[in-house]
């Protein structure tokens, strides 16, 4: 399928490279990537031109990386330096590389024009340098479902209380109308839900004893990055929308990894505002969110295997009904066929 | 691939459906299917219309059952009855549903045109509400075939001496010549293997001590139901072919269901003229059965592989030859084709 | 995809074959193969041309074979001789036959037109009857590449250090210049290394203590079949090419078996000049090339899961680029080519 291609994706958390060749995969292509000498990440095609063997199965030495099959060395950018057995090094022995940035322990690469490369675009957040906050890793969720069912829904509110009743959602929230602005770079869709109990979340760490009033913020930038600023606040406050400062306040955010057409992997982590020195806390509430955006999986995974069967089908087969509710999701899918196709 | 849409299919045993929902596959079609509060069973396209989730993952409520991605409510019309968070429900927020008839502790499904369903076409047997015979329910068996290799099998008498050797077959039959009678509504192949050792299954639940006279006769109703007639008698009484009554004798039913193109599920039951008070007799016979429908699975799939292999080949593969003992088969195969085309 | 047909191809070690029905796919085709009672093998397609059932699911008895589903019964020619409950057998009803040769405890079969079928041309070598040599049988390695993949592998020297540096290769062979001869029927490449410390292969089993020195060379027989000739001499001996008797000299042997586009059988076996009276020395060795053919393995696989991967990708994806190191595996395509379109 087609891909937006001169987007910065995110290729992994810092941690998960050394200096040990690692095999990534991003819109159907295969890297190698590793770390040089000077503790950078480069990022080159996973293909000897050669006899085709995926470089990550050789060995990285210094800077360079040697493919396994004739020994032939390919340098960071690309080019080859050495072909044992032989001098003449051809110039179609090369490899395509791709920027690398990394910031706040989050590991990008540009899948385009490197030319338009520009690492100002790369999503970022003022929270993450700010000593009130506390960031805290979750996992690499891996999904068997497009990138685009997974992005439609971390821009959709209205599932909440149907697929995530016992943590992120519930009763009260099934008929609260959705506010969804387009007018910016991101797209934003939102839901206040006024002195109602707590949802299962906020009961748990929030300490919350009567009613609260709850928030929802549904963020998605272009193509796959989703912020959701959610939080809760004694409702007896009654806070205006623009004090969440007030309330626990969490920023929940989710990186989008296209593999392929029918999987992506979502790598969440969070932000919050409540308890920033307490690493226990950032582990309680990283097992919600496993039990939260589980839900998730299951759903898309089953939508995904809908849409594979029928397009595998003879007869063709039903698209998808939009709903008045699914104004966030319409607006993505339309940004990103004007992205594709101009 | 095409089938025989305007016919009533066997989705389940009776026992199988309740008030929770159960995917059933038929004809490549997915259904979802549960008992409403009155008893009865309703069948409706288990997809929502809006995100493609299959209904079956949500829940039954009363007579109704809610998608479980954004709560969109059913009935078991078809009919949208409520969208969460929405007022005005979209006319084409409605899922197709099928006719459902329930008879002998079988469900069946009517897969075509609704107006063309008429219950009085549902196979039935008078001996099905005969006390001087007893029904004894079989299993569920899942074959990797398509349903028209399956079925041709439950009206080939040639295959029993080769596949059945040791309980419906021997080789006293092999050379016995095959009657085929295409004149009715039903294709019917029969022989008679007079004055010859009893089979296996005759020889452990019979009690016969001598030769008998034993007869095979195959109906097969379109598009996919097949009774097997079966029995044998003592030798010496030498009875006449309308009186298979005297002997003991066994009607094998087996109700295909096409799941897809090589995917046939056969659920097979009996109804018998002996020990009709001893329930034991029956599981006995259940165990034979499963010995000798397992023989069939075995050829059945191996002969699915040739074609789906020969199919997905680049070069044209031979086409399955037709014998003169293949005469009833050749009759199914024409009238299925008739079915199909006209 | 397209095969060389008109070729010896090995189906299996004499050993594998019995007077019980054995699968053996070719080409993409299915035989059954089984020993007639004169003690020879006979090849048939795996196939009843009635309803497709493969005959090895059936029944040997004698010379014939008879089908598992309706007791059809053919010659080793070929011919139907029965068809139980039917006096006429159509002429149709008949499976193609394959040619047959063994020698030296190999089956061969002839996959394409029979009359061309001559046993002379089948590989043999003069030291298989030579009382200064000892054959040693391996194993049958199944490798998921395409067999091409796999050949070229057999005729480039290049591989060794990288591959195999613990067994067959080591750094002093990484630089040495390989000489190719395409002259004559067989492609021959092949170097040598002087007066350089043994590889594992001879240290471990020739008792060399100094330096040696090592040659290589690999003879690829059209269109699957290579010999490679390798060994060691003590480097103060300073012999000539065609000395290489004087040193401890091996031929490995691999027979090429085309299963389908991305599974070959590598059946190899070794004839030597030392020990020849002592089978453990002959154990040893395979020990060793099982670790150097699973290190080519792992290789192959990876080289065909891109392959594959890219054709069936949208995009035209990378061809594999040719090194002047490749002018064997160059040479064999060409010849390849040359026996498919002439």
Redesign the interface.
């Known amino acids: 399928?087609k891909y937006v291609e001169n987007a910065w994706y995110v290729a992994g958390w810092s941690s998960e490279f050394t200096d040990q060749p690692l095999k990534v995969t991003l819109l159907?292509t295969e890297l190698v990537m590793y770390r040089l000498t000077d503790g950078s990440v480069c990022a080159l095609r996973d293909?000897c031109?050669?006899?085709?063997?995926?470089l990550s199965?050789g060995r990285v030495e210094g800077d360079t990386i040697?493919?396994?099959?004739?020994?032939t060395v390919f340098n960071a950018t690309g080019h080859c330096v050495r072909?044992?057995?032989?001098e003449?090094i051809?110039k179609?022995?090369c490899v395509d590389t791709y920027p690398v940035f990394e910031q706040h322990n989050i590991v990008w690469v540009w899948m385009g024009d490197a030319a338009l490369a520009d690492t100002d675009t790369v999503f970022d957040l003022p929270q993450f340098n700010d000593s009130n906050w506390q960031a805290h890793q979750g996992d690499a969720l891996h999904i068997e479902s497009n990138y685009l069912n997974v992005a439609e829904n971390l821009v959709d509110p209205?599932?909440v209380?149907?697929?995530h009743p016992t943590t992120l959602g519930n009763a009260q929230s099934?008929?609260?109308?959705?506010h969804v602005n387009t007018d910016s770079e991101q797209i934003t869709a939102w839901r206040w839900i006024r002195d109602a109990p707590p949802v299962g979340f906020f009961k748990q760490l929030g300490g919350f004893k009567g009613h609260v009033d709850r928030w929802h913020y549904y963020y998605l930038h272009m193509p796959s990055t989703a912020v959701i600023d959610f939080g809760s606040a004694d409702a007896s406050l009654a806070i205006a929308e623009a004090d969440r400062e007030q309330g626990m306040r969490i920023f929940a955010l989710h990186f989008l990894t296209p593999v392929n057409a029918t999987h992506t992997i979502d790598r969440w982590m969070h932000i919050r505002n409540r308890a920033i020195d307490d690493a226990s806390i950032g582990d309680r509430m990283n097992e919600l969110f496993r039990i939260a955006f589980d839900e998730d999986k299951?759903?898309l995974e089953?939508?995904q295997q809908?849409?594979t069967r029928?397009a595998e089908?003879?007869n063709p087969g039903?698209v998808?009904?939009r709903?008045?509710?699914d104004k966030g999701p319409n607006e993505y899918r339309k940004r990103i066929e004007h992205l594709l196709h101009g």
Do not use: T, W
């Open positions: 399928m159907e293909l031109p050669h006899k085709l063997l995926p199965m040697q493919c396994g099959y004739h020994g072909v044992p057995g032989q003449i051809p179609r022995q209205a599932h209380s149907f697929v099934e008929d609260v109308p959705v299951v759903i089953a939508i809908q849409e029928i089908s003879d039903p998808p009904l709903l008045a509710i």
